[in-house]
């Protein structure tokens, strides 16, 4: 699978190195080199630096024959933005988008967006983990 | 008419100011303080403190009962949102949005916004008509309906060679009317026309579609 990850911080490197573990064709987009060392010295993946909401950066990340687009950065409304111009303008079939905002989410999410809301998951599973 | 200026920096102080003199209801949403500050005592305008972004800032904006929401801060992603969230959460009718980058007219558009306004773009027209770059000519303005006719010469690694004039894109409101080949042969073209190596074309066109159809022609 070859997955373009917009967002080098904790959650974009850690999922990067996981899918290159395991074989898939992975390019990390971030706004600052600096962010790529979280990848490590040997990381094969492809790099690119820009901003992820720039139709020119995401076809220098090679979104045009992308298979999935991940938007792990840390702005909710970059995520939204960049996930919906991969979904709308470049075709491609599968879109994760991260929103922490939970009133967001749940409106980008009823627009059709897949999405994920570690603010919600992460206080539900606390209060589970309180109650069990 | 209730009106939702999100972003209070130049523009939305100075939009502002213009919509309060036509004598608009005005409510400007600023996440900085002193800016926020600048607005209700320089312009006595109605200000809220926040994220404009957030819903919760939008229900106490009273967003559900805007006429028009224009986002005009400096992030494009964030425009995009709060016209988004104005028009499928709180049903604007209207949304309008500043672009920083105009490639993102096309992606605001299909989108759903409204209406963009791009500060690049309208600079760039401008530079054009002064200083016709990338072999483009502007040959008539007609300023009151915003037409511009222009002519343009085919660079030898346009996109648009080989490929018929229906494949290219070219927006509904611009047509070509005239091709000259070679400076001798006069070609009116259909959708089937194909495009040579400095072919002089003609185009007619909204003034704010001159970028576009330029890019499309020249690359």
């Known amino acids: 699978m070859r997955v373009v990850i917009l967002g080098c911080g904790r959650v974009g490197a850690y999922l990067a190195r996981m899918l290159v573990a395991e074989g ?45 687009f991940v938007a792990v950065t840390n702005g909710d409304n970059t995520n939204v933005m960049a996930a919906q111009v991969a979904r709308e303008i470049f075709g491609i079939p599968r879109v994760i988008c991260r929103i922490y905002d939970p009133l967001r989410e749940e409106i980008y999410r009823s627009l059709g967006l897949e999405t994920i809301c570690p603010t919600l998951w992460g206080a539900n599973r606390i209060k589970e983990m309180l109650e069990g | 008419m209730y009106t939702i200026v999100v972003g209070g920096g130049k523009v939305g102080y100075y939009l502002t100011k213009s919509l309060l003199e036509e004598g608009h209801e005005v409510l400007v949403i600023e996440k900085d303080p002193r800016k926020c500050d600048r607005v209700i005592d320089e312009l006595g305008a109605n200000a809220l403190l926040g994220d404009g972004c957030e819903a919760s800032t939008m229900t106490e904006a009273g967003m559900g009962r805007a006429d028009v929401v224009i986002a005009v801060t400096g992030d494009d992603e964030d425009n995009l949102v709060v016209c988004q969230v104005a028009k499928h959460k709180f049903n604007v009718p209207r949304t309008i949005a500043r672009i920083n980058n105009p490639k993102n007219e096309k992606i605001f558009r299909k989108l759903g916004i409204d209406v963009t306004v791009s500060s690049t773009e309208v600079i760039l027209s401008q530079i054009e008509q002064v200083i016709p770059a990338q072999s483009l000519v502007h040959l008539l303005t007609l300023r009151s309906v915003g037409v511009s006719f222009i002519e343009l010469e085919i660079p030898p690694d346009s996109p648009a060679i080989g490929r018929p004039l229906r494949e290219l894109g070219i927006p509904d409101d611009c047509i070509l009317p005239l091709v000259i080949r070679e400076g001798k042969e006069a070609i009116i073209p259909y959708g089937s026309t194909v495009l040579q190596p400095r072919d002089q074309v003609i185009a007619v066109t909204y003034e704010t579609g001159v970028g576009t159809i330029r890019r499309i022609l020249c690359g």
Not at chain 1, 53 to 58: S, W
Request: charge should be negative.
């Open chain 1, 24 to 68: 898939h064709q992975v390019t990390v987009i971030d706004k600052n080199s600096a962010a790529f060392t979280r990848l490590g010295p040997d990381f094969p993946g492809n790099l690119v630096v820009g901003t992820g909401i720039d139709e020119d950066v995401l076809r220098r990340a090679g979104i045009e024959q992308a298979d999935a």
